[in-house]
């Protein structure tokens, strides 16, 4: 198994940080701000109702980085908080995981979510030696599917109703990638 490090550098404007409870003020603010454009796409939006609950996620995040199982990240853009990225339920035995991701709608259009998979995609393959990563997308969640069919991750298929989104079951897109595909070929930027 390889120790992921802590902070990813993107480039001069984007930092994945990881999550930290004395962030949470600042991370429960851009979720609270942003709670009614988010609550479309995101399950754990109603159970995030408190600068508290922001804070027991932040350390449970902490406790998953630690046990290298799990890595959440605050995406940072100059400094702000402006979403979140994670690489979730790594399986070091088959070197596997999978990505995911929420943006603030005030930072969405500038390619700050795409820079920031292809980071840790890149991160995950060349830093944590992993072999293939997932990412899972709400089929009518256009904009959440154009970043992995941007970075190249294939679409192997539709998961019928395996996500629960406000007491509705919800189809998912599952997009891959594997390692050995993604080191012979050059990233878009």
Same mark, same amino acid.
């Given at each position: 198994?390889?120790? *992921?490090?802590?902070?990813?550098? $993107? #480039?001069?404007?984007? &930092? ?7 962030? %949470? /003020? !600042? ?31 932040a ?24 979403? *979140?990225?994670?690489?979730?339920? $790594? #399986?070091?035995?088959? &070197? ?7 943006l %603030? /709608? !005030? ?37 959440s ?20 989104l406000?007491?509705?079951?919800? #189809? ?11 080191? %012979?070929? !050059?990233?878009?930027?």
């Amino acid at each position: 198994m390889t120790v *992921a490090t802590r902070t990813l550098v $993107v #480039d001069d404007e984007l &930092r994945l940080v990881p999550r930290n409870p004395s962030d %949470a /003020p !600042e991370m429960f603010a851009v979720v609270d701000r942003n709670r009614a454009a988010l609550h479309e796409w995101i399950s754990w939006i109603d159970a995030t109702r408190t600068v508290q609950d922001a804070r027991r996620y932040a350390h449970f995040a902490e406790s998953q980085f630690e046990q290298q199982v799990g890595f959440d990240y605050a995406l940072r853009r100059h400094g702000t908080i402006a979403g *979140a990225i994670g690489l979730y339920d $790594v #399986d070091w035995v088959s &070197r596997n995981g999978q990505i995911g991701y929420w943006l %603030a /709608p !005030e930072a969405r259009g500038q390619g700050l979510m795409t820079r920031a998979c292809e980071a840790l995609t890149r991160y995950a393959f060349t830093g944590l030696a992993l072999h293939r990563l997932e990412i899972r997308c709400v089929v009518e969640n256009h904009k959440s599917r154009a970043i992995p069919e941007r970075l190249g991750y294939r679409l192997e298929g539709i998961l019928h109703q395996a996500y629960l989104l406000h007491q509705r079951f919800r #189809d998912m897109a599952l997009y891959a990638a594997l390692s050995p595909t993604w080191k %012979a070929r !050059e990233v878009p930027h």
